[in-house]
C-alpha cells in the first residue's frame, strides 16, 4: 500500500509555454501533498505544501504566480509551472501523508522537467 | 526548530566491507527520523524509520540505523557493502508540530569499490 504516482515521468517544454504535473495517492487518502524540486547532485528542497480543498502554503522564496499549486481532491495534487523558463529545469518530486499514519511521507517517482 | 546534518558528502567503502553513513540532528520535540535512498534519475526508497518505539532500527536490504538520544545521531550501517548499495542516501527529520513537513540532510553519495 501508499503508492504516490506522478504524471509525466519526464516532459521537455519550450520556453514560455506552461507545464502541468500530477501526483496521485493511489491507495489512500493524501490528507496533505508536498512538492519538491531536487537539482543536479542536490538535495530535496521543499517549495509548498498543500491541503485538500485550501490553499498551499508556499516557503519563502518560491513564487506561488510562478508555480500554481492545486489539491482539488484527497487524491490528487498539480503542480504547473508557468511560462516556463530554462532555470525552471529540474527534478520535481511531489509527495503524500496519509492522515492515519502521521509522520510518514510517500513519495512518487518524480518528474524530470526540460525547458528549451 | 529542527535540522539534520549529514557529516560527509562522499563515502567510499570497498565491496563486502562495512558501511557507515553519518547523521546528527537537532530538535526541540521528540523526532521521528529516516533514511530514504535515491539511485541516479530515480525518486526516494525508505529505508528505515524511527517514530520513538524500539532505538535499533531495522530496514530494508540489511540495513539498520540506531537512534541515541544522548549524541543526537542515527547514523546508519551496513555489515558489508554491496554493489548495488551505490547510491545517494538521505536522512531525514520529520516536524511532529502538525505541518509534518521533512526536513532533510544534504545527502552522502555512497561509492561501492569492487
Known amino acids: 500500500g501508499a503508492v504516490v504516482s506522478q504524471h509525466p515521468s519526464r516532459v521537455i517544454c519550450k520556453s514560455g509555454t506552461s507545464v502541468k504535473i500530477e501526483c496521485r495517492s493511489l491507495?489512500?487518502?493524501?490528507?496533505?501533498m508536498f512538492w519538491y524540486r531536487q537539482f543536479p547532485k542536490k538535495s530535496l528542497m521543499l517549495m509548498a505544501t498543500?491541503?485538500?480543498?485550501?490553499?498551499?502554503?508556499?516557503e519563502q522564496g518560491v513564487e506561488k504566480d510562478k508555480f500554481l499549486i492545486n489539491h482539488a481532491s484527497l487524491t490528487l495534487s498539480t503542480l504547473t509551472v508557468t511560462s516556463a523558463h530554462p532555470e525552471d529545469s529540474s527534478f520535481y518530486i511531489c509527495?503524500?501523508?496519509?492522515?492515519?499514519?502521521?509522520?510518514?511521507?510517500?513519495f512518487g517517482p518524480g518528474t524530470r522537467l526540460t525547458v528549451l | 526548530a529542527q535540522s539534520v546534518t549529514q557529516l560527509d558528502s562522499h563515502v567510499s567503502v570497498s565491496e563486502g566491507t562495512p558501511v557507515l553513513l553519518r547523521c546528527n540532528y537537532s530538535s526541540s520535540y521528540s523526532p521521528s527520523l529516516f533514511w530514504y535512498v535515491q539511485h541516479p534519475n530515480k525518486g526516494l526508497q525508505l529505508l528505515l524509520k524511527?517514530?520513538?518505539?524500539?532505538?535499533l532500527v531495522k530496514g530494508i536490504n540489511g540495513f539498520e540505523a540506531e537512534f541515541k538520544k544522548s549524541e543526537t545521531s542515527f547514523h546508519l550501517t551496513k555489515p558489508s557493502a554491496h554493489m548495488s548499495d551505490a547510491a545517494e542516501y538521505f536522512c531525514?527529520?520529520?516536524?511532529?508540530?502538525?505541518?509534518?513537513?521533512?526536513?532533510f540532510g544534504t545527502g552522502t553519495r555512497l561509492k561501492v569499490l569492487a
Open positions: 531525514v527529520v520529520s516536524d511532529p508540530t502538525g505541518t509534518y513537513k521533512y526536513i
Open positions: 491507495d489512500f487518502q493524501a490528507t496533505t
Open positions: 524511527y517514530t520513538s518505539a524500539a532505538t
Open positions: 498543500s491541503n485538500e480543498g485550501s490553499k498551499a502554503t508556499y
Open positions: 509527495s503524500a501523508r496519509d492522515g492515519g499514519r502521521r509522520n510518514e511521507q510517500f
